[in-house]
Every structure is written in structure tokens, then in C-alpha cells.
């Protein structure tokens, strides 16, 4: 347990070097001058020198990176050139949009995809499974951003229900600033939803087919009570690897549905920054989004250690 | 012999084509997209970049089907080029996944030990980065365009075309004719292109099939953040982006495009899943 346990730790550094390595070859050799990228083809011989000594782009590249590596274990990942302020506090800021907003998608996605999936399940090869299946499949081909365009259409131009976007900020209250969340969360939720629903339908059934609940059917449970004591639970092993693993997606959607909305989250702040050529933010944000996804991955396969006692043996 | 079994052939292959009928209207779907997109190639209904302030703001009528736009341009034109770039983006991002993922996995199935085991890990690494965060490095570094929203997208999906590959080519591996393959000398690049490749096609093809639909959503969503396909180059993406201002004018620009995306992304999907329940009916039994 403790070997196999430090083994994927150990994995799970490797690849958190290995996307800072790949960051900073894409962002700052790959172009050739990041000086030149920041102030533009137009820019002038002395004040791309300047610029150059500002950033250190006089020093060798490994001795750059090195000093990004040591900076960014300090909690110091540099002073954004736009803003003019650290990027820790700037990504700070705008994480009191980005969590939320995910973590309630997330929450949709699961209460929507458990209704749908369970009901699929319990009617089984009967008109609402086939009706489950169809919407679940619209569902999926649905692009996050067109719904999340639908939904101001309806619900904040035509009944006026909801501001079309913007976030008056946690100072407003909660109330509020949850309401401005939560048509992006819907529009997030729904191709989740869809894929979700799909798993926990599938897990039901192959549960429902094992021998305890055939057993605890034979005791004389109807089906929907064997489902909802004993079938759920088990079956929630395989969907909890998935909101796992969907997770990382949905972070991914908010950069598109931030930009839907005009939130003021880390997908905005990274679309600005590509505007604004803002290489010291891009870089620092790529990463952290890139650490949240490999680090979910790390603690769902933690997850599934801890309860498959198989894989602890195998490793 | 041969007039009577015919006609009874035929009839079993019409009865097989039905028993699958996501793939049926999956693949009439996918024909029709792909039948107006190599139209557009010689004819539209008007010239998709041609502007005509007089006719701006059009809505659906006869003559323009679709309506027309900001800029007078009729929206089924720019909906039937857009798609030329939609598919090409989808093509090439698919083929990039799929030559570099399947290699990957034959590779890691055929070496096993820490081979294997890297591969994986480099695996592992490529899920870090979603299409939209590659593209947004790209876009950074190299500026935006269609090229850089192929190469996100394709490096998106070489990862699942790997695993797919290598979980697949492991089961082929263990089978007695490889035994025989390799008592006969076969080396196992030989063996892994001869015999591994050919047995596990139709997993590739399916998962090719579904990451196209992907890949349109994807390129939809760059080219929505301007990071895709640039303009005057129309795309479903761009004309999404565009018409989000005229929202309450217009609306039915915004509807249109998106329609087209969601049918070609449900087409691709039906025709992924009812080739895999055609091609391994135990699947479709398992549903």
C-alpha cells in the first residue's frame, strides 16, 4: 500500500515538472523572443532591450526556468505586466469566481445525471430508458457556450430572470452572487449531466445483474428497493472515477463560459491575457489549471486504492 | 439458385441495417452534412462574403432559408463553407490523434514492462492539457488560427486513440496466432502492423468516428474564443461569437449555426455507436 501509494505520488510530480517544462518551452522559447511577443512586431530596438534586461531574457534558459520552478515553491510566480500586480494575488482574485462556478456545474451535473440515470436504469428497455437515452445524447452534442447563449435568450432578454452576465461580486451577498452563477453552472452542466447520466445508468445495471441483488431480490425486494439499498452504492464506485475525471473538463469549459458571461473568472483572466499579450499570467494560469486536472486524476486514483483492494495487491 | 438467394441476401442485409437505426440516421445525417459541405466547394446559394447593407437582418423567408446577417451575407452560404473548415479541422485533428495515439499504443502493447509503462505516463501528461488550454499556449506563443486549433485538438486526442490502441492490441497479443506469427520469426513491428492493427481497426474507427465529434465542438469553442479559424474565413464557431450582440435582434442567428453544430455532433455520435453495436453486438445487448 504505502510503495504503491508512493509511487503515484512520485507520478504525480513527474508530470507537474514535466507540464512546467512543456509551458515554458511553448511560451517562452517557442516564439523566439518573449520580449518581442509582449510589445509587438512594432516595437522599438532600445525599448525591446529594456524590456529584454527587465525579464532576464539575457539569462540562459535553464537558469529562467530554474528561477520559475524556485519562485513558484515560494508561492512567487512574478508581477503580471498588464495589471501590474502578483499573479498569485490575481489568480487568487479570480478563483472566487472560477471554484464556485465549477463546483456548482459540478453539482447540477451530478443531482441531473443521478435523477436521469436512475430512472433510465429502473425502466430498463422501456419507452423512459429510450426517452433518457435520446435527450442524453442531445445532451452531449450540445456546445456549452450556444446553450449558455440560449439560456440568456430565454431566461434573461425575453422573461428578464436573470442579468445576461457580468458578477456584482461576493460583496453583494450570496444570494446574488449565486444567482449571477447560475445559468454559466447550467450551461456548463448539461453535456456532463448527459455523459454522467449515461455512466450511471450503465453501472446500475451491470450491479443490478450481480448475485447480492439477485439474492436480495429473492428475499423478496422489489426491484426499485434492491436498486436504491443495495445496487446505488456499489454502482457509485465507476461513477465517482468519472466526476473525477470530468472535472478536469468542466474547468476547461469555464475559460469558453466565462467569456459567455463576461465572469470575471481565470478563463476570462487567460482570454485577456492572450489579448494583452500578458505572458507572465498565461503561463502561471496554464500551469495551475494544468495542476488541478493532473491532481483530481492523482486523488481519484488515490480513491480507487482505497477502495479496490485488488489494485493495492497488483501494484 | 443464385435468383432465389439473392433477393433473400439483400433482404437480411436491409433487416441488419435497421436493427441499428442510430446507425442508420447517423450516417444520414453525417451523408447530408458532408454532402452540402463538398457542394459548397463549387456552389452556394449566394456568395458567402459578399456584403449587402440593403439585405442586412433578414430573417427567414424563401429567399434566404436561413436569413441573412449583420452584414447582409446569407447565413445558409456561411453555414455551408463553415462547415469546409469545421470538417477540415475535425479530419486533421482526428488523424494527428489517431496516427500518433495508435502508435503509441501498438508500441506499449508490444513492449510491454516500462515501455508500457512510459507511454502511459506521457499519456497521463496529455490529459493535463484539454484542447482549449493547448490552444490557448498556442494561441499565445504562435497566434491564433486554424492550424493551432488542429494541432490542440489533435494533441487532445492522441492520449485516447493510445489507450484504446494499447488496452485493445494487449488482448490481441496473448491470442495463439501471434504465438504462431512470432514461432514463424515475425518481429513485432511486423507482427503489430500485420496481425495486431488489422484485428483491432474497428475500435480505432469507432473512436475516430466519436473524437470527430469532438473535434467539432472543440473547434466550434476555439473559434468562438477567437483562437480558431480567423476571419473572413467563416466558421460556426466566429458566427456564434458574432451574433451574441444581436441576441435580442436577430436571434435566429444564433439559433441556426448552433442547430447545424448539435446535428452534425449527434450524427457523428449515433454513427460511432451504432458501428460499435453492429461491430460487437454483445455492446449493444449490454446496453
Given at each position: 500500500?504505502?510503495?504503491?501509494?508512493?509511487?503515484?505520488?512520485?507520478?504525480?510530480?513527474?508530470?507537474?515538472?514535466?507540464?512546467?517544462?512543456?509551458?515554458?518551452?511553448?511560451?517562452?522559447?517557442?516564439?523566439?523572443?518573449?520580449?518581442?511577443?509582449?510589445?509587438?512586431?512594432?516595437?522599438?530596438?532600445?525599448?525591446?532591450?529594456?524590456?529584454?534586461?527587465?525579464?532576464?531574457?539575457?539569462?540562459?534558459?535553464?537558469?529562467?526556468?530554474?528561477?520559475?520552478?524556485?519562485?513558484?515553491?515560494?508561492?512567487?510566480?512574478?508581477?503580471?505586466?498588464?495589471?501590474?500586480?502578483?499573479?498569485?494575488?490575481?489568480?487568487?482574485?479570480?478563483?472566487?469566481?472560477?471554484?464556485?462556478?465549477?463546483?456548482?456545474?459540478?453539482?447540477?451535473?451530478?443531482?441531473?445525471?443521478?435523477?436521469?440515470?436512475?430512472?433510465?436504469?429502473?425502466?430498463?428497455?422501456?419507452?423512459?430508458?429510450?426517452?433518457?437515452?435520446?435527450?442524453?445524447?442531445?445532451?452531449?452534442?450540445?456546445?456549452?457556450?450556444?446553450?449558455?447563449?440560449?439560456?440568456?435568450?430565454?431566461?434573461?432578454?425575453?422573461?428578464?430572470?436573470?442579468?445576461?452576465?457580468?458578477?456584482?461580486?461576493?460583496?453583494?451577498?450570496?444570494?446574488?452572487?449565486?444567482?449571477?452563477?447560475?445559468?454559466?453552472?447550467?450551461?456548463?452542466?448539461?453535456?456532463?449531466?448527459?455523459?454522467?447520466?449515461?455512466?450511471?445508468?450503465?453501472?446500475?445495471?451491470?450491479?443490478?445483474?450481480?448475485?447480492?441483488?439477485?439474492?436480495?431480490?429473492?428475499?423478496?425486494?422489489?426491484?426499485?428497493?434492491?436498486?436504491?439499498?443495495?445496487?446505488?452504492?456499489?454502482?457509485?464506485?465507476?461513477?465517482?472515477?468519472?466526476?473525477?475525471?470530468?472535472?478536469?473538463?468542466?474547468?476547461?469549459?469555464?475559460?469558453?463560459?466565462?467569456?459567455?458571461?463576461?465572469?470575471?473568472?481565470?478563463?476570462?483572466?487567460?482570454?485577456?491575457?492572450?489579448?494583452?499579450?500578458?505572458?507572465?499570467?498565461?503561463?502561471?494560469?496554464?500551469?495551475?489549471?494544468?495542476?488541478?486536472?493532473?491532481?483530481?486524476?492523482?486523488?481519484?486514483?488515490?480513491?480507487?486504492?482505497?477502495?479496490?483492494?485488488?489494485?493495492?495487491?497488483?501494484? | 439458385?443464385?435468383?432465389?438467394?439473392?433477393?433473400?441476401?439483400?433482404?437480411?442485409?436491409?433487416?441488419?441495417?435497421?436493427?441499428?437505426?442510430?446507425?442508420?440516421?447517423?450516417?444520414?445525417?453525417?451523408?447530408?452534412?458532408?454532402?452540402?459541405?463538398?457542394?459548397?466547394?463549387?456552389?452556394?446559394?449566394?456568395?458567402?462574403?459578399?456584403?449587402?447593407?440593403?439585405?442586412?437582418?433578414?430573417?427567414?423567408?424563401?429567399?434566404?432559408?436561413?436569413?441573412?446577417?449583420?452584414?447582409?451575407?446569407?447565413?445558409?452560404?456561411?453555414?455551408?463553407?463553415?462547415?469546409?473548415?469545421?470538417?477540415?479541422?475535425?479530419?486533421?485533428?482526428?488523424?494527428?490523434?489517431?496516427?500518433?495515439g495508435?502508435?503509441l499504443?501498438?508500441?506499449?502493447?508490444?513492449?510491454?514492462?516500462?515501455?508500457?509503462?512510459?507511454?502511459?505516463?506521457v499519456c497521463d501528461f496529455l490529459f493535463?492539457?484539454?484542447?482549449?488550454?493547448?490552444?490557448?499556449?498556442?494561441?499565445?506563443?504562435?497566434?491564433?488560427?486554424?492550424?493551432?486549433?488542429?494541432?490542440?485538438?489533435?494533441?487532445y486526442n492522441i492520449p485516447i486513440f493510445a489507450r484504446?490502441?494499447?488496452?485493445?492490441?494487449?488482448?490481441?497479443?496473448?491470442?495463439?496466432?501471434?504465438?504462431?506469427?512470432?514461432?514463424?520469426?515475425?518481429?513485432?513491428?511486423?507482427?503489430?502492423?500485420?496481425?495486431?492493427?488489422?484485428?483491432?481497426?474497428?475500435?480505432?474507427?469507432?473512436?475516430?468516428?466519436?473524437?470527430?465529434?469532438?473535434?467539432?465542438?472543440?473547434?466550434?469553442?476555439?473559434?468562438?474564443?477567437?483562437?480558431?479559424?480567423?476571419?473572413?474565413?467563416?466558421?460556426?464557431?466566429?458566427?456564434?461569437?458574432?451574433?451574441?450582440?444581436?441576441?435580442?435582434?436577430?436571434?435566429?442567428?444564433?439559433?441556426?449555426?448552433?442547430?447545424?453544430?448539435?446535428?452534425?455532433?449527434?450524427?457523428?455520435?449515433?454513427?460511432?455507436?451504432?458501428?460499435?453495436?453492429?461491430?460487437?453486438?454483445?455492446?449493444?445487448?449490454?446496453?
Open positions: 500500500m504505502k510503495l504503491s501509494l508512493l509511487h503515484r505520488l512520485l507520478s504525480w510530480a513527474v508530470t507537474l515538472l514535466a507540464v512546467t517544462a512543456i509551458v515554458f518551452l511553448v511560451l517562452e522559447i517557442l516564439p523566439g523572443d518573449p520580449a518581442l511577443v509582449l510589445l509587438g512586431p512594432d516595437a522599438q530596438p532600445d525599448t525591446l532591450a529594456a524590456l529584454r534586461l527587465q525579464l532576464g531574457l539575457d539569462q540562459p534558459a535553464y537558469i529562467r526556468y530554474g528561477a520559475w520552478l524556485a519562485g513558484m515553491l515560494h508561492g512567487d510566480l512574478g508581477t503580471s505586466y498588464t495589471y501590474g500586480i502578483p499573479v498569485t494575488e490575481l489568480i487568487g482574485s479570480r478563483l472566487k469566481v472560477t471554484i464556485p462556478l465549477a463546483l456548482l456545474a459540478m453539482s447540477l451535473a451530478i443531482g441531473l445525471a443521478l435523477v436521469l440515470g436512475i430512472y433510465a436504469a429502473s425502466r430498463h428497455n422501456r419507452p423512459g430508458d429510450y426517452g433518457v437515452m435520446a435527450v442524453t445524447q442531445i445532451g452531449v452534442a450540445i456546445p456549452s457556450f450556444w446553450l449558455g447563449m440560449l439560456l440568456i435568450l430565454f431566461f434573461s432578454l425575453t422573461l428578464r430572470w436573470f442579468s445576461a452576465g457580468g458578477f456584482p461580486g461576493w460583496e453583494a451577498g450570496f444570494w446574488p452572487a449565486m444567482r449571477a452563477l447560475l445559468l454559466p453552472a447550467l450551461a456548463l452542466a448539461v453535456a456532463q449531466a448527459a455523459v454522467l447520466a449515461r455512466v450511471v445508468r450503465a453501472a446500475l445495471l451491470d450491479v443490478l445483474g450481480e448475485d447480492f441483488v439477485r439474492t436480495a431480490r429473492a428475499k423478496g425486494l422489489t426491484r426499485a428497493q434492491a436498486l436504491r439499498r443495495h445496487a446505488l452504492r456499489n454502482a457509485l464506485i465507476p461513477v465517482a472515477t468519472v466526476i473525477g475525471l470530468q472535472f478536469a473538463h468542466l474547468l476547461a469549459g469555464t475559460i469558453v463560459i466565462e467569456n459567455v458571461f463576461s465572469l470575471p473568472g481565470l478563463g476570462r483572466l487567460i482570454f485577456q491575457s492572450i489579448n494583452q499579450r500578458d505572458l507572465m499570467v498565461i503561463k502561471n494560469v496554464v500551469v495551475f489549471l494544468a495542476a488541478i486536472v493532473i491532481t483530481v486524476n492523482f486523488v481519484v486514483d488515490l480513491f480507487y486504492l482505497a477502495i479496490d483492494p485488488r489494485l493495492r495487491h497488483a501494484s | 439458385m443464385t435468383t432465389i438467394a439473392e433477393p433473400a441476401s439483400e433482404a437480411r442485409r436491409r433487416i441488419r441495417l435497421f436493427r441499428y437505426p442510430g446507425l442508420t440516421v447517423g450516417g444520414a445525417i453525417v451523408a447530408t452534412v458532408v454532402g452540402a459541405t463538398l457542394l459548397s466547394l463549387v456552389w452556394t446559394p449566394y456568395s458567402p462574403l459578399t456584403m449587402n447593407m440593403r439585405q442586412r437582418f433578414q430573417g427567414p423567408s424563401l429567399a434566404h432559408i436561413f436569413g441573412t446577417d449583420q452584414f447582409g451575407r446569407d447565413v445558409l452560404s456561411l453555414l455551408m463553407v463553415g462547415a469546409q473548415n469545421s470538417l477540415a479541422v475535425g479530419i486533421v485533428a482526428v488523424a494527428i490523434g489517431l496516427a500518433v495508435t502508435a499504443g501498438l508500441f506499449a502493447a508490444a513492449r510491454r514492462g516500462w515501455v508500457d509503462e512510459a507511454v502511459m505516463r493535463a492539457f484539454p484542447a482549449v488550454l493547448s490552444a490557448v499556449m498556442l494561441a499565445a506563443a504562435l497566434g491564433p488560427g486554424t492550424g493551432n486549433a488542429m494541432l490542440a485538438i489533435g494533441f484504446i490502441a494499447r488496452g485493445a492490441a494487449k488482448g490481441v497479443w496473448v491470442r495463439e496466432f501471434i504465438y504462431a506469427a512470432r514461432t514463424a520469426g515475425k518481429g513485432a513491428v511486423r507482427i503489430s502492423l500485420e496481425h495486431v492493427l488489422p484485428n483491432i481497426l474497428n475500435i480505432i474507427v469507432v473512436q475516430a468516428t466519436i473524437s470527430f465529434a469532438t473535434a467539432i465542438l472543440a473547434e466550434a469553442a476555439l473559434s468562438y474564443l477567437g483562437l480558431g479559424t480567423q476571419p473572413p474565413a467563416p466558421s460556426w464557431g466566429r458566427m456564434l461569437h458574432e451574433s451574441q450582440v444581436f441576441l435580442s435582434r436577430a436571434p435566429y442567428l444564433s439559433i441556426f449555426p448552433g442547430l447545424i453544430i448539435v446535428l452534425t455532433v449527434l450524427g457523428l455520435n449515433l454513427l460511432g455507436d451504432g458501428m460499435r453495436d453492429a461491430l460487437d453486438p454483445r455492446h449493444a445487448q449490454g446496453r
